[in-house]
């Protein structure tokens, strides 16, 4: 609730990038859950998720396309679902996908992978210059792939090493 109220309070304003990294088994009203993620996801421009966590968020029995469809038309300009060693696929609100590989490397313990993927995704986003609401809406699909190859490439080195150790810059 109080990322829901900061959402509301800030999220026209500046872009906003939500990963709901699902625990079910922390949760005890999945539906109540879902409902109020559904509400902050339509204040979103950028919604990563696993794609376990789109099959949770929207049990249905629809293919990952049409749950990432359906995710769009509530309001996000783009949806990225991770999919550990197949990589990653971005969706922009005009339907146009980018999916990019993962980086491979040897992994040795997964904890940050996400986190630092989300990092160096916005961070190659605020070094293009498109980390704005405004932005976002328009993105360019060459500039969603570099950012998106950035996080990938951030991703594999925290996940090469042990603990939520992210590159610094010059690793990079």
């Known amino acids: 609730s109080a990322y829901a109220a900061l959402l509301e309070r800030q999220g026209g304003s500046r872009a906003v990038m939500i990963d709901p990294n699902i625990r079910p088994l922390f949760i005890t009203d999945a539906e109540g859950y879902r409902r109020r993620m559904a509400a902050m996801i339509r204040q979103a421009d950028i919604v990563k998720v696993s794609d376990e966590d789109l099959n949770w968020l929207n049990p249905a029995p629809l293919t990952q396309a049409e749950k990432i469809s359906a995710m769009l ?3 996000p300009s783009v949806v990225i679902v991770t999919q550990g060693a197949e990589g990653a696929i971005a ?6 996908s980018i999916a990019v590989p993962a980086v491979k490397t040897n992994v040795v313990d997964t904890i ?19 980390l704005t609401p405004e932005a976002l809406g328009t993105l360019d699909p060459d500039a969603l792939r570099d950012a998106m190859t950035y996080g990938a490439r951030v991703a594999a080195i925290t996940v090469s090493r042990v603990g939520a150790n992210p590159p610094w810059a010059n690793e990079l």
């Open 73 to 75: 038309d509530t309001g």
């Open 91 to 96: 969706t922009l609100a005009d339907g146009t």
């Open 112 to 130: 940050g992978a996400g986190d630092t993927f989300n990092a160096g995704f916005l961070a190659k986003l605020s070094e293009l210059g498109l």
